[in-house]
């Protein structure tokens, strides 16, 4: 089964107590479903297309399923709000080897 993966590049836009408190919250929801951070980095090197500012992040899981459990279940929901309220973002959900 291929494994699946969470991609994001974000910015931050609002620095402060709320994303402080996403950031403080989310690895053990995403540790709940098995994930585990590939990539965390404000170091991202362009090699094509349009650079986004900010962060990209890989979280990978054992499947796709399992990624999207993840996003979708209650206890991410609860804290998205926060990164939501305090960055612009880009996030998918694909299955690769």
Excluded at 7 to 35: C, H, M, Q, W
Excluded at 40 to 59: F, N, Q, T
Aim: hydrophobic letters at 40%; proline letters at 5%.
């Amino acid at each position: 089964m291929p494994k699946g993966y969470i991609i994001a590049e974000l910015t931050v836009t609002n620095p402060g107590p709320e994303f402080d408190e996403y950031r403080e919250k989310v690895l053990s929801t995403i540790e709940a479903f098995g994930g585990r951070f590939l990539v965390r980095s404000a170091d991202a090197k362009l090699l094509e297309g349009d650079h986004p500012e900010g962060r990209v992040v890989v979280v990978e899981f054992d499947s796709v399923d399992r990624a999207m459990a993840w996003y979708n279940s209650a206890e991410y929901q609860e804290i998205l709000p926060l990164r939501l309220r305090n960055a612009v973002s880009r996030t998918l959900c694909a299955g690769g080897t």
